[in-house]
């Protein structure tokens, strides 16, 4: 393990100079609705986000962690939401990329809101609005879904949608970053009296800076 | 006194001062003139004839035998007078007469002379400057009679090179060269043009010389640029464009559409709230980025152009390298013909 330390420390600079890479942090705030109209949170937190190119190939990875605070009666408990979004992006052409990833999300208390994990595959489009700011949409859907109190979802049932922004500031050293995810699983659930819709829905919004080199 | 005698008198009378000015030394030549140019020929023939007999030099020679050809045709004695004018050209074949101030009798009798002798006259050599075994030397004369004549160039480390070789008459024109043999150009030094004219046992050979100068062969500058063709610029700013303002537009509103028609109809109507603020900076970026002055863009055009005009130059370049080499290879050959010491034999 120390061995594999020390390789990390001595050759990520040397892989990361012929790289673009960029880390920072952001302000996060979203909101969550589970199963019916009734159990509405809303929340804020705080979230990192990194990226990576080298050629063809991107990855963006995504942390956040975001205290929902509840917005009807119905909901009684605040709970934390910590997630984890990565995507890989391969450049295929024109504006329009390939994206494969994952998202983790767990709540904590842990029964207060459904954790979920899935599988991302979707597409990417970018386009550069003006020298230093880039803007960006993007689409897919969400495989094999894992939900912490059951259930599942059909091929076409979870999806989710983006769009982001990145501002070059201080000669491309600082990028201004904005980002805004909407997840939705379509839920059901079965227990044993037949499938009950469960759906589960997430607006996410960020907003930060990231330092770049 | 007869027109034809004033005539005969008319040039010396105008050539009097002219041949004063001469190097004429000697008493007896100089009574000789008197006495023509009193028009006593008979005095004048009898002078002339007892100058010859004493000490001349060559230019008083010449001018003695001219004085007896004047005034042999003065007496209509034109085979006297044709006699004495070969002797003056064989003493200076150069000699000529001006026939704006010399009699049709003396004229006639001199033009006589001259076909009755063999001479080379006139023998010019040009002065040229050239790159060897690209250009030539240009040299005439004239030949009085038919005969064989050799050119050839002597002097130096040269020897002897025959140049030329004809049966001619007249005024020959010829075009060196100045290459040896071999085809390397003459080297430099004084040289002799010497033309060589035989027919029969007669022959007569006239010389010019000449200095043959080598110089290095002016090399070509490399070119920076093509006259007339300028580089463009190879980035050009777009005008400006509502396209920033409109697709961050679409772009949002594709986001906040889709967030609206994928969301769950159980869980009530989606939250545009997240989707607003991140599509709000769009449209607002969107909105700058259309005010502001566009980034300049690549002009593939302008690009193409100057790599085609960087690449005629680099050819051009290239072709004035391979031309330069063959140049300082080369050599600029100068003729200049130098001033001649005496006339032909």
Redesign the interface.
């Known amino acids: 393990m120390r061995w594999l330390v020390c390789a990390v420390i001595v050759l990520l600079p040397v892989a990361l100079s012929a790289q673009h890479v960029s880390i920072g942090p952001q302000v996060a705030?979203?909101?969550y609705?589970?199963?019916?109209?009734d159990l509405?949170y809303?929340g804020a937190g705080a979230g990192v986000k990194a990226t990576l190119t080298w050629k063809k190939f991107s990855a963006d990875v995504d942390l956040s962690k975001v205290k929902y605070k509840p917005q009807t009666s119905a909901a009684t408990a605040d709970f934390d939401a910590s997630e984890v979004d990565v995507r890989l992006r391969y450049y295929v052409t024109g504006p329009v990329s390939a994206e494969l990833g994952f998202i983790n999300r767990k709540m904590k208390p842990e029964f207060e809101a459904q954790s979920v994990g899935a599988v991302t595959l979707g597409a990417r489009?970018a386009?550069v609005?003006?020298?230093g700011?880039r803007?960006?949409?993007n689409?897919g859907l969400l495989f094999g879904s894992k939900f912490s109190g059951g259930g599942t979802t059909s091929a076409l049932g979870a999806?989710q949608?983006?769009?982001?922004?990145t501002?070059d500031a201080l000669h491309g050293r600082v990028l201004v970053t904005?980002?805004?995810g909407?997840q939705?699983f379509?839920r059901k659930t079965d227990d044993g009296s037949g499938a009950l819709?469960a759906?589960i829905?997430q607006?996410?919004?960020r907003?930060g800076f990231a330092i770049a080199f | 006194m007869r027109r034809s005698t004033w005539l005969l008198a008319l040039p010396l009378l105008c050539a009097a001062p002219a041949l004063a000015a001469q190097t004429v030394q000697n008493a007896t030549l100089r009574r000789a003139q008197q006495a023509f140019d009193n028009l006593d020929y008979r005095q004048a023939l009898t002078t002339a004839h007892a100058s010859l007999r004493e000490r001349l030099t060559g230019f008083e020679r010449a001018r003695a035998y001219e004085l007896l050809g004047f005034t042999y045709s003065g007496m209509d004695s034109i085979l006297k007078a044709v006699d004495a004018f070969k002797q003056v050209v064989l003493i200076e074949p150069e000699r000529d007469l001006d026939p704006n101030r010399t009699s049709p009798k003396a004229l006639s009798a001199f033009q006589v002379a001259l076909t009755q002798i063999l001479v080379i006259r006139q023998l010019r050599v040009d002065s040229v400057n050239f790159i060897g075994g690209q250009g030539v030397v240009g040299i005439r004369y004239t030949v009085t009679q038919p005969s064989r004549v050799v050119t050839r160039i002597s002097g130096g480390t040269l020897g002897s090179m025959r140049i030329d070789s004809t049966v001619a008459n007249g005024q020959v024109n010829i075009r060196w060269p100045a290459r040896m043999p071999n085809g390397d150009p003459v080297p430099a030094g004084n040289y002799n043009v010497v033309v060589d004219a035989t027919v029969g046992q007669n022959t007569f050979s006239a010389s010019q010389p000449i200095r043959i100068t080598h110089g290095a062969v002016d090399t070509l500058p490399h070119l920076t640029s093509l006259p007339g063709y300028t580089y463009l610029p190879e980035t050009e700013v777009p005008p400006k464009s509502w396209r920033p303002m409109g697709l961050a537009l679409v772009y949002s509103g594709i986001a906040l559409a889709g967030t609206s028609a994928l969301s769950h109809g159980d869980l009530g109507s989606a939250s545009m709230r997240e989707g607003g603020v991140i599509g709000g900076g769009i449209v607002l970026a969107g909105f700058i980025m259309t005010l502001k002055k566009p980034a300049p863009q690549p002009a593939r055009g302008n690009i193409l152009y100057n790599s085609l005009l960087r690449e005629q130059i680099a050819r051009r370049n290239t072709e004035i390298a391979q031309e330069n080499t063959r140049r300082r290879q080369q050599v600029a050959l100068s003729v200049v013909p130098l001033p001649r010491a005496g006339g032909g034999r």
């Open positions: 705030f979203g909101d609705r589970e199963v019916s109209s509405h809303r489009m386009y609005l003006g020298p700011v803007m960006s949409l689409g999806l949608l983006g769009l982001g922004i501002v904005g980002d805004y909407f939705r379509s819709p759906p829905q607006s996410l919004g907003v």
